[in-house]
């Protein structure tokens, strides 16, 4: 019995630390949606009421809409721009005769070492004309200046970029992996049968490595969900005009800490009901995808 139980006490640490800054956090947000109150005295039990003035009050709900909109095209453009750079890259990293192939991947893997905050701010001041427009004009691309975080049209896209950019790296690096497991002798089987590279590519590299698309997607899509802190460093001074660059994320720090609505305080109750639909939907996302990917692969 000792010898099959062993293992326990090695995953125990980890288990107790998850459970108390990861599981316990996530279900008292669960309980706290059910009250209002910002104090445990003042604390009144208001089952659905605070979920009711979430999607029924005009004010509150269209800046809820306005940021659930806005992180699906966060999400998307991560989608599209980050993990398709990183799959094209990782295609060309692991080409056989590629030189230079470690220099590149440690050029495309620093900007995930960079501290979030100091990255957005950093991006904040390239992107301010002021600091930009002479820079740009000397070098003949003075078309391109313009207040970028300032422009609802451009602020959130700025945003996500600027977030691709820094979180290419982690893909991209996954992407090797799951290209470099797959067996030679198939891709050489490949070659003699006079497969085109995009043929192999196509038909027999993405299949196998469909578990760790699966992965990459899922993790995009709940770091997203989650995003915060690019969007807190780089919104335009007193936020985007009209709140534009706002997520999930960003809305529930709003509300439910610094107070950012018409009540003027922190209201708890509807932050934690805010973290709650989100928590569900992940929930509704990630379980089917995981389930409908990991099947298969190498």
Known sequence: MKKTLHWVWYLLPALLIYTIFM???????????????????????????????????????????????????????HMIVQNGLGILFAVLLTQRGMKGRHAYQTIIFIPTTFAVLITGYLWKLMLNPVWSGEFLASIGLGFLKHPYLGDTKTALISVSLVSCWQWLGIPTMMFVAALRNISEDLLEACELEGASKAQTFTHVKLPLIKPVVGIISVLTFVNNFNAFDIVFAMENVNGAPEYSTDLIGTLFYRYGIAGQHPIGIPDIGLGAAIASITFILLFIVVVPTLAKTQKGGY
Do not use: E, M
């Not at 956090?25 to 104090?39: A, M, T, V």
């Not at 208001?46 to 003035?53: I, P, Q």
């Open 23 to 77: 599981a316990f956090p996530l279900l008292d947000s669960l309980r706290l949606s059910f009250f209002s109150g910002n104090s445990p005295k003042s604390r009144v039990f208001v089952g659905f009421g605070n979920f009711t003035r979430l999607f029924t009050d005009a004010t509150i709900s269209t800046r809820y809409w306005g940021a659930f909109k806005n992180t699906w095209i966060f999400f998307a453009i």
